[in-house]
């Protein structure tokens, strides 16, 4: 099972394949996708320090102290790997979330 901080981290490291960024970027990003406020800027920092202390982004300074991540050979190798899992873990649902719906329909099928 994907726990909500291993997502995070996924996204942070798909993110940073399209691209380097600061975290406010990527706060942005996924604020924009959420269409709220989801994630703290705790959290989120916390989780681009962990990545960098694995190895699997680089940061550096950038204009007005911003640090800059970008994504390493290494965080590469691990975004192919959590891709792999999350798509496990989609397929699952997808199942899931299939099997629901049928049920629900066989449920208005019964009461008609």
Not at 49 to 70: D, F, M
Request: proline letters at 2%; charged letters at 30%; one cysteine or more.
């Amino acid at each position: 099972m994907i726990k909500p901080k291993d997502l995070l981290r996924l996204y942070i490291l798909w993110s940073l394949e399209q691209g380097p960024k600061c975290g406010y970027d990527i706060k942005k990003e996924i604020e924009s996708f959420a269409e709220s406020t989801l994630v703290s800027n705790a959290i989120l920092y916390f989780a681009l320090r962990e990545l960098q202390r694995n190895k699997y982004i680089t940061g550096t300074s950038g204009s007005r102290n911003k640090t800059i991540y970008t994504l390493s050979e290494k965080g590469k190798d691990e975004l192919m790997i959590k891709k792999r899992e999350a798509g496990r873990v989609a397929l699952h649902f997808k199942e899931l979330f299939f099997e629901v719906l049928s049920m629900a329909e066989g449920d208005d099928d019964a009461s008609a």
